[in-house]
């Protein structure tokens, strides 16, 4: 099974799915191809809160029974029309790095060689996780600088991108996706289907940051790979439970004060505000972190996940960073009816992993 494989597939035919597969919800987004143009069929998205006795936004921990239940509903709700599809992998349940490895010209010398030496990175057995790996192109090693890759360009070795993903991960998603009646073809890492989606510089550094219900991720993408990732327990959930205690309002009315004012007027709420100034500390400081140890600069910022539907993010942030930044819009990928784009750009840092696996397994098509 690979996970990295995101140029060769199974030809398929008709519409297709992306489902990912969050804390605190489930996302599907139905594409078709239809003269080289990705149209948008259907979407949908469920709460997972109030299906685990919580409220909406909330991370949960469900077992893989109310999952699967959770996602039938939510194909029925938004009327999906077919069950092949490809589905996300949590990053925080993956492990990723980029390492130097010996390097041999016969294929099966060097996936002998990957696989010993993976052994070094990997905290458990061998036995325990699915190993992928690919090789960086000679062409693009030089994109990580001397201090990500020290050995990359000595003779006889080679920059190698190790991705592993525990056995128990994969049982449970594909026990969800066999139960909803699906049939996926591939299982991506959401940083994966999230580039795919909104990384649209094909060369020069750009830091994604997925603000989702429990953590924010932060990577930074050059040429197409991750160089970079990082991750902290403040997210999306903590910004609604501080609009929730500073109005006096329920959670789930919180929810919706974050969709419609945000951090309008200067963060006229005060407690996001608070949050998101924690959580851009933390972007500074990796943000500084790169730039000093790879002597280059971030281009730019893409908020995505739940949390970047605060509205007005993008202007508050804009005046928080002095490099250019805004707000993931993976639909503008796609195409729909007019009237329908306002609401599109809205919800769409939320999309973005499963814009991007739908738009993988349309490359099937």
């Not at 969800?176 to 060369?203: M, W």
């Not at 972007?283 to 971030?298: D, F, G, N, P, W």
Request: charged share 25%; proline share 5%; glycine share 8%.
């Amino acid at each position: 099974m690979s996970f990295l494989d995101t140029l060769f597939g199974k030809k398929k035919e008709g519409s297709v799915l992306g489902v990912d597969i969050g804390s605190s919800s489930l996302k599907v987004v139905q594409l078709r191809k239809e003269k080289g143009q990705a149209i948008l069929e259907t979407y949908g998205e469920l709460s997972l809160g109030p299906y685990g006795d919580g409220e909406i936004g909330q991370a949960t921990n469900l077992p893989a029974e109310q999952i699967t239940a959770s996602l039938k509903d939510l194909l029925r709700e938004a009327k999906a029309t077919t069950t092949s599809c490809g589905v996300s992998i949590p990053f925080a349940r993956a492990l990723l790095t980029l390492v130097s490895l010996p390097y041999r010209a016969d294929p099966k010398e060097q996936k002998t060689v990957i696989e010993l030496e993976a052994r070094k990175y990997i905290p458990v057995p061998m036995s325990e996780v699915q190993l992928d790996w690919f090789i960086v192109p000679p062409a693009e090693q030089a994109q990580f600088g001397a201090e990500s890759a020290p050995n990359a360009a000595r003779e006889g070795k080679a920059d190698v991108l190790l991705v592993a993903v525990h056995n128990d991960v994969l049982t449970t998603l594909q026990s969800v996706v066999s139960g909803a009646g699906l049939a996926a073809t591939f299982y991506e890492i959401e940083i994966f289907s999230t580039i795919r989606a909104v990384v649209d510089e094909p060369i020069k550094p750009v830091m994604v940051i997925d603000i989702g219900a429990a953590s924010t991720k932060m990577y930074v993408i050059e040429r197409g790979i991750v160089a970079l990732s990082h991750s902290i327990s403040t997210g999306s959930q903590d910004i609604t439970r501080a609009i929730a205690i500073s109005g006096n309002v329920s959670i789930a009315a919180a929810e919706e004060l974050k969709k419609k004012e945000g951090l309008g007027d200067g963060g006229a709420l005060g407690s996001p505000e608070l949050v998101f100034s924690r959580i851009f500390s933390e972007v500074r400081r990796v943000l500084m972190q790169y730039e000093t140890a790879h002597k280059k600069s971030i281009t730019s910022i893409i908020f995505t996940g739940g949390g970047g539907i605060t509205k007005e993010l993008g202007a508050y942030a804009k005046r928080i960073f002095s490099i250019d930044v805004h707000v993931a819009d993976p639909f503008k990928k796609t195409e729909a009816p007019a009237f329908m784009r306002p609401v599109l750009e809205e919800i769409g840092p939320e999309f973005a992993v499963a814009v991007g696996l739908a738009l993988r397994k349309l490359d099937e098509v």
